[in-house]
């Protein structure tokens, strides 16, 4: 198992977050003509980068969504912070 830290409520076990979305990484919605399979592509795939990460993740048990550094190679997370206005 895995640390997280909350920067709610603290170092968590992994199980209590999901994860939301590579962070900075905005895509445009594509256009209204766009194939079932770009549409599927756009929904489906991300970058995924090996190393160094900004990620958006979800605490499940206070609800909050954080803004939290890792590496996707070592899982080493750097750290975590709010994304509250004010907070970040």
Known sequence: MQLFS????GPRDET????????GNVRPE???????????????FETNP??????????????????MERDTVTHEVKGSQSLRRGEA
Do not use: M, N
Request: negative net charge; proline residues 7%.
């Open 6 to 9: 909350c920067p709610f409520c």
């Open 16 to 23: 209590e977050f999901h994860f939301g979305a590579e962070a």
């Open 30 to 44: 594509p256009a209204a003509s766009t194939s079932a399979e770009a549409w599927a592509d756009y929904l489906h």
């Open 50 to 67: 090996k190393g160094p990460s900004r990620e958006i993740w979800v605490h499940t048990t206070c609800g909050e969504f954080f803004l």
